[in-house]
């Protein structure tokens, strides 16, 4: 069976650097300057890391209007600044055949939290009725698909690390298969104090217990563990003639997409697990790349299992090795894997034949999409 | 600003037939299929008062809960959570009764419907934390995200396929089938395990509590004087397969997948649209999907959580697609309550055990049909049935409408 073509029309990001559609996306990928910082929404006390990659709550309150601001938790605002970025960007209505896929790692914790408190203070008269719908993680979607107009599928995925790319590649199903004529596709997370606390307290983070500076330093040699960010990144992909037809201006093609399952325990990596035949490997098998995305975000878990599967998929010596990482710039969170597919597009809008997002996240989900400048 | 149109629908060329060619169910009956239908054809009401959660000072104090001997007898490690224990039984059951073994199975793409997650640990463990009694390890958060189910899965049942935790309220078991056979008829897999799983939760019972939505006695669906649900928990997994791969492997069929439809309402974060809308829509589109017409459909098992607004909802969507009486209809959430995300795989299930055993599970605790239900809702007993084609509803949170189609394959060896 044969499927549609798949373009990408818009872009839109609120991230630790920047907010807006494409060229503030270009912008902040051109300046390659860090977000990263110390914390400062919360004070990270008797914590061993300190920093991240926070998005200012001014940039955030100009994108999402007052009344809005005052319904919505965090999560939910900044899923639906950057989609309405996008959106704008593409310049596209909603409708029946407007689709949406968010992809998040933790989802919205802070109404959890915020709910379970109201119990343990007041019993079950403490519950809050409104704040009860924002535990479910596909409450980002559904605020979004309201504010936009998406009548078409609405999905969330939950992954972790590669939440955004998975989604933008289950978003570009959607529009292969029929199924949407346009889907708003990407990713979100927050930077949540007792997320990040707990995961510090696991050593999931960097410094991770070594003696090495807390830093976010993908494939080096000292490195030793992601830095949190937080933000959101959503991309329109289109049905290509249906974007044609209307005169969108189309950035990039995902020509392909793949996404499969390496098998190994949960939480964990393993630079010797190989997923020989997988959707993934057979992908990548005798392609070449101009530039590559990678996943590797400083958890040198990741990182030596990127470049170990890379190097078999795409040689030893291949000169894409390492992967370019996005990490040290925005701080790891569900929005980056959809920033580089973001950042592929505009590298195939600017001539680069074909560019490949890889990524790999603990616990064995392997993802790649292939963006090539639209034909 | 211009509309994106409708989609540019089903791409050109042939398309794959795909069958239903494993079942396993983990439900408030106990571990198995076996045990679920003859739950379902007995008509037996598994709504119980609850055990696992501290239920004092809320409205409703009842749930259709995994028998703990059950839970016990799983052959799962106890050191897993609740739900991926209950996941990893009845996915393993699917995957057995398909005889799906080697390459075939490796090559499986693995979609799991999935809300509350490794939770009901994750809870102790913060609670006590909160309340300054720490209790138990860090290492019960590990699980508390819906995707640790899909990595517990991947991991034991070593399946190389696409991996996708789909998190749609409601409608996440029945989301997941969808999407898994999208995959399969794409030709990216020829075979997918998909289904869903939720075990209870103090967030999810406490929740639904302050909602209002949990009627203190066992739910009656499309009742007059209904009010609200009953919530419940288990695990549903489908194996659905290229017909051609499953014949040439010698597997057997359940049913056929015949389509499906899947909608936003874009109205309300947790209402449904009140005129059926989405509804209406994702239903048209399982039809269109399936190229049937409404009049080929013989059964209906309902979403019918017992709220006054779904069942309200649904039945005004039901008509406008049936017609009045245009079909059959029942909710097994009156059997096993509503068991949330994977809530869309169980009843999925239900539907094709209904197909094939020529018997529609009844809606139990239905004792005086809401005049604005202008359907045989099967009240109290289940009744034999010579159905063809039939329809499973689950809509969510957000406004998330997945209509899922079967239809009777030629009878099991």
């Known amino acids: ?375 | 600003m211009s509309r994106p149109g409708s989609p540019a629908g089903r791409p050109s060329g042939r398309r794959p037939d795909i069958v239903v060619s494993g079942l396993g169910v983990v439900s408030p009956y106990g571990a198995g299929v076996k045990s679920f239908w003859t739950g379902l054809a007995a008509g037996t009401c598994a709504i119980k008062p609850i055990t696992l959660i501290d239920t004092e000072g809320f409205r409703s104090r009842i749930a259709a809960e995994v028998p703990a001997e059950a839970v016990a007898a799983l052959g799962v490690s106890r050191r897993r959570s609740r739900a991926d224990r209950l996941a990893l039984a009845a996915a393993r059951e699917a995957l057995v009764d398909a005889g799906l073994e080697g390459p075939a199975r490796r090559r499986s793409a693995l979609l799991i419907g999935a809300v509350g997650g490794g939770m009901l640990e994750g809870e102790d463990w913060y609670w006590g934390e909160t309340r300054g009694r720490p209790s138990g390890s860090l290492r019960a958060l590990r699980s508390i995200l819906p995707l640790s189910h899909a990595e517990t899965l991947g991991w034991r049942l070593g399946l190389t396929g696409p991996k996708e935790t789909v998190v749609m309220a409601c409608a996440s078991g029945a989301a997941s089938i969808a999407l898994g056979a999208d995959l399969v008829r794409g030709g990216v897999t020829p075979t997918a395990l998909v289904g869903g799983v939720d075990a209870l939760t103090h967030i999810c019972f406490m929740g639904f509590n302050a909602l209002k939505l949990l009627d203190p006695t066992p739910c009656r669906p499309f009742d007059r004087d209904r009010r609200g649900m009953s919530i419940g928990e288990a695990a549903a997994f489908l194996v659905i397969e290229d017909a051609d791969h499953c014949r040439a492997r010698g597997g057997r069929a359940h049913a056929r997948f015949a389509g499906y439809g899947m909608t936003t309402d874009a109205h309300h974060v947790t209402a449904p649209h009140p005129e059926g809308e989405g509804m209406i829509h994702a239903m048209e589109q399982a039809l269109a999907d399936a190229g049937l017409a409404s009049s080929a459909v013989g059964y209906v098992n309902a979403h019918g959580t017992g709220t006054p607004q779904n069942d309200r909802a649904e039945a005004l969507a039901l008509r406008r697609v049936f017609g009045e009486g245009g079909v059959l209809v029942s909710s097994t959430k009156s059997l096993v309550g509503h068991t949330m995300a994977a809530a869309g795989s169980v009843e999925a299930a239900a539907t094709i055990l209904a197909l094939q055993h020529g018997l529609l599970p009844p809606t139990a605790n239905l004792e005086h049909v809401d005049p604005e239900v202008p359907f045989d809702c099967l009240p109290g007993t289940a009744r034999p049935a010579e159905v063809g084609v039939a329809l499973s509803n689950s809509f969510g949170f957000g406004g998330q409408n997945v209509s899922l189609l079967f239809e009777k394959s030629a009878p099991r060896d």
């Open chain 1, 1 to 375: 069976m044969s499927h549609h073509r798949v373009v990408v029309t818009g872009l839109g990001t609120v991230n630790a650097s920047t907010a807006g559609g494409r060229e503030a996306l270009a912008g902040a990928l051109a300046l390659g300057r860090s977000a990263i910082g110390p914390v400062r929404t919360f004070a990270p006390t008797d914590c061993a890391s300190r920093l991240a990659a926070e998005v200012d709550e001014a940039t955030l309150a100009s994108l999402v209007d007052r009344d809005a601001a005052r319904r919505l938790s965090r999560i939910c605002r900044l899923a639906l600044g950057a989609c309405l970025l996008a959106v704008r960007d593409a310049d596209i209505a909603g409708g029946p055949g407007l689709g949406i896929v968010v992809g998040t790692e933790h989802g919205d914790f802070t109404s959890s939290r915020d709910f379970a408190q109201g119990y343990l203070r007041r019993g079950p008269g403490g519950l809050s009725p409104m704040i009860f719908p924002n535990t479910v993680m596909n409450t980002m979607a559904s605020v979004a698909a309201i504010a936009v107009g998406a009548k078409a599928p609405s999905v969330t995925v939950n992954q972790a690390t590669l939440a955004g790319d998975l989604a933008v590649a289950r978003g570009a199903r959607l529009v292969a298969d029929g199924r949407a004529a346009a889907v708003v596709a990407g990713g979100v997370d927050e930077l949540f104090e007792d997320v990040y606390r707990r995961l510090s307290q696991m050593g999931a983070l960097s410094p991770m217990r070594s003696r090495a500076p807390e830093g976010c330093r993908p494939f080096a040699a000292d490195h030793n563990g992601p830095v949190l960010g937080e933000g959101a990144t959503f991309l329109v992909l289109e049905e290509r003639e249906a974007a044609r037809a209307r005169g969108a201006r189309v950035v990039a093609e995902i020509a392909e997409t793949a996404w499969g399952n390496v098998p190994t325990p949960p939480h964990t990596g393993h630079a010797r697990r190989r997923d020989a035949g997988s959707p993934v490997a057979r992908l990548l098998r005798d392609r070449a790349f101009e530039r590559c995305y990678g996943a590797g975000n400083g958890d040198p878990a990741v990182d030596d299992w990127e470049r170990a599967l890379l190097a078999r998929d795409l040689g030893a010596g291949s000169s894409l090795l390492p992967p370019v990482s996005l990490a040290p710039l925005f701080g790891q969170h569900g929005g980056l894997g959809a920033l580089r597919v973001g950042a592929a597009a505009l590298d195939a809008e600017r001539g680069a034949a074909s560019v490949l997002v890889h990524g790999i996240a603990r616990g064995g989900c392997r993802t790649a999409l292939v963006v090539e400048p639209a034909g």
